[in-house]
């Protein structure tokens, strides 16, 4: 199951500007390319496998493949839990999918007083079809945190949680089926847009969100100490 990840920083005014950027890879066998693209549609069953989400939902639609929704993500203690608002599009490749995103501001779903709103500058999923049942995830993300990180942060994003994370992804497509046999079964509105009832949302209501308009701490000087005191909630 290989997976690669890199970490990349951009540091601008030594402090001013944090940025990662992440390039994973992982073969799924005994998952098909289509069983993987609805696991990371359905939101309903990421609330059964993602441990590191606090909440998520669909916002509204904007065209038949593309919609913005709400995701909030619990951080390694003692920092600050982010949470981001981002516009979602999808496409069917032949056999294969691709499914971007990138941070908008929306009016009615503003920064939110007890989280620091990040921002997704591009997030890519991209399944390649390996033949009847095999897959390749390839995931890409550029994400601003709106913060000064500590060293130790990033080194654990980068070593544990994001491979984790994408091990999870694939223990999660195995049981898939098994679970949306037993929770309405044929609701797929990824696939099938007439089963779409969220509001429509007017593109004009919406504008990219842009780093510098955000709050943006200072959690560099935290201590990793702090952190072995609590549970490992952010490696699993």
Same mark, same amino acid.
């Given at each position: ?165 994408? #091990? ?11 679970? #949306? ?56």
């Amino acid at each position: 199951m290989p997976v690669r990840i890199g970490v990349l920083w951009w540091t601008k005014k030594r402090i001013a500007f944090r940025c990662f950027f992440s390039q994973m890879r992982i073969v799924c066998k005994d998952v098909t390319a289509e069983t993987l693209y609805d696991v990371l549609h359905d939101t309903s069953y990421r609330k059964k496998w993602d441990t590191n989400m606090i909440d998520t939902f669909d916002i509204g639609r904007l065209t038949v493949n593309a919609d913005v929704g709400y995701y909030s993500w619990k951080c390694p203690h003692p920092l600050k839990n982010r949470d981001f608002v981002t516009m979602r599009s999808w496409l069917p490749l032949g056999n294969d999918y691709l499914i971007i995103n990138y941070s908008v501001k929306h009016p009615e779903y503003p920064a939110k007083k007890d989280y620091v709103r990040a921002v997704s500058l591009l997030t890519g999923y991209l399944i390649q079809n390996n033949g009847a049942n095999c897959c390749t995830l390839y995931y890409l993300t550029q994400v601003d945190p709106r913060g000064s990180l500590p060293k130790w942060v990033v080194n654990r994003v980068s070593q544990f949680v994001a491979p984790k994370a994408m #091990k999870k992804i694939y223990k999660a497509c195995l049981k898939y089926p098994e679970w #949306k046999r037993k929770h309405d079964p044929n609701l797929k509105p990824w696939r099938y847009p007439e089963q779409n009832m969220l509001p429509c949302i007017n593109l004009a209501d919406l504008t990219v969100q842009r780093a510098d308009s955000l709050e943006n701490i200072d959690e560099s000087t935290l201590s990793e100490e702090k952190a072995q005191h609590h549970s490992d909630d952010d490696e699993t």
